[in-house]
């Protein structure tokens, strides 16, 4: 039993077309060069799963966690060219990250940026050997349980809700993230009213819908893929993430996004619609990194 609305906020910014042109790729291959020795392929069955970066020169990368379910033993492919067996060393499943380890010593890892992304900062997503995938601007960062879409004929529609409401309550219970407030709301069957606390435009107002069933979700999947492209198979529910417009496919995720100076500020982690890519914020990697390394070495 659902509200029928999405949790996870999408904001599609403008396209434009000769901004991941020939010219402006190569004005900013320079910046993603900076990390071209830290960006690895992440490779299943020869073929490209992942992106992935370097987080130790001894030998740890981080990547996308989703891409290698049930994989025994992914191969690194460096910027060099070498390829290496890697051990699964650990993961976390909320921000959909995965640790390896392969035997190497020596490696480049990423830099990571000093400050966090920024409204309107303009990104550079890194491919394979520092190749640039393309120039992006950040939209709007991604955090709690904030209301992406409202179907029509829905009991959301009915209730009230809108677009960017961020709800902080399920019937008297507080709710921090997508993931909470799901499962408060699945708590609830179809035809109760549940009380909904919600902040918008900072104030605070309470909203009572009635839940549904839903019904029909396999063809708006569909029509959804139709018009947006190739989407991540696991691209919602991260407890913090931020959004921007660079068109990154959903098998080059998992590698690093750079800032204009070559640093990384985060981890892109999902294509999510046509003119959305999800991106883990850089601190919040370091700390999942920091908590599945199992060594008294601090993360850098």
Not at 21 to 32: E, F, L, N, Q, T
Not at 169 to 192: M, N
Not at 277 to 295: C, K, L, N, Q, S
Request: charge should be negative; include cysteine.
């Amino acid at each position: 039993m659902i509200l029928g609305v999405s949790l996870l906020l999408t904001l599609a910014a403008p396209q434009d077309l000769g901004r991941n042109g020939p010219p402006v790729r190569a004005a900013i291959a320079p910046v993603s060069q900076v990390a071209g020795d830290a960006t690895v392929e992440v490779l299943v069955e020869g073929r490209v799963a992942a992106m992935g970066a370097v987080v130790r020169a001894d030998g740890w990368v981080i990547t996308k966690a989703s891409e290698l379910e049930g994989v025994v033993a992914p191969v690194v492919r460096f910027a060099d060219g070498r390829e290496l067996v890697a051990e699964q060393a650990g993961r976390q499943i909320n921000f959909d990250l995965a640790l390896l380890r392969v035997e190497a010593e020596g490696l480049t890892p990423i830099a990571w940026a000093p400050a966090p992304a920024r409204v309107g900062q303009l990104v550079v997503s890194v491919d394979a050997g520092g190749a640039p995938l393309g120039l992006g601007m950040i939209g709007v960062g991604v955090e709690g349980a904030v209301v992406a879409r409202v179907a029509e004929g829905t009991a959301a529609e009915a209730a009230g809700l809108a677009v960017g409401d961020r709800i902080l309550e399920v019937q008297g219970e507080a709710v921090a993230d997508r993931a909470s407030a799901a499962g408060a709301i699945q708590r609830h069957q179809a035809g109760e009213s549940v009380r909904l606390l919600v902040e918008r435009a900072g104030k605070q107002l309470e909203l009572e819908p009635v839940l549904a069933m839903r019904v029909g979700a396999g063809s708006a999947g569909a029509r959804s893929r139709g018009v947006d492209g190739q989407q991540s198979a696991l691209r919602a529910g991260f407890p913090a993430a931020f959004q921007h417009d660079t068109v990154v496919p959903p098998e080059r995720c998992g590698g690093p996004l750079l800032d204009l100076t070559g640093a990384a500020i985060g981890l892109n982690i999902a294509r999510a619609g046509r003119v959305a890519t999800y991106a883990i914020p850089a601190a919040e990697v370091r700390a999942a990194i920091g908590a599945m390394i199992p060594t008294r070495d601090e993360v850098p």
